[in-house]
């Protein structure tokens, strides 16, 4: 199956979907963040967006940024993951407690360093 067929059936599978990046998020990561989320809303999905960090403020312009919560104010656990902007588990930090056992997790990120989890 390709990344695409993979992604498309994530998309059609989940209902709630956890969007997360990493720790101390620059600009890619919150863009991605907000991208990501835009995207699975007009899928119908229900986006919750997190970070371990504050957006920083000079990023609170980009529509949608005060949605993104810190991990600490959010309860429960996460079926169907993306990570974006992280090129290992251990960049989201503790949002990783957000994560179910068997999560599903969809992983965009562009760095060569990326270990494919």
């Known amino acids: 199956m390709s990344s695409r067929d993979?992604?498309?059936?994530?998309?059609?599978?989940?209902?709630?979907?956890?969007i997360v990046s990493h720790y101390n998020p620059d600009g890619?990561?919150?863009?991605?963040?907000?991208?990501?989320?835009?995207?699975?809303?007009?899928y119908?999905?229900?986006?919750?967006?997190?970070?371990?960090?504050?957006?920083?403020?000079?990023?609170?312009?980009?529509e949608g940024a005060s949605e993104i919560r810190l991990s600490e104010e959010t309860q429960g656990t996460y079926a169907h993951v993306v990570t974006v902007d992280c090129a290992d588990l251990a960049r989201?930090?503790?949002?990783?407690?957000?994560?179910s056992e068997d999560a599903k997790i969809v992983n965009i990120d562009h760095h060569k360093t990326n270990n494919h989890f």
Do not use: W
């Open 6 to 18: 993979a992604f498309q059936l994530f998309i059609k599978e989940s209902e709630r979907v956890l």
């Open 28 to 42: 890619d990561a919150v863009s991605s963040t907000l991208a990501i989320g835009r995207i699975l809303h007009q």
């Open 44 to 62: 119908g999905k229900k986006v919750t967006m997190v970070n371990e960090s504050k957006v920083p403020n000079r990023f609170l312009y980009l």
């Open 92 to 99: 989201a930090g503790n949002c990783r407690s957000l994560f």
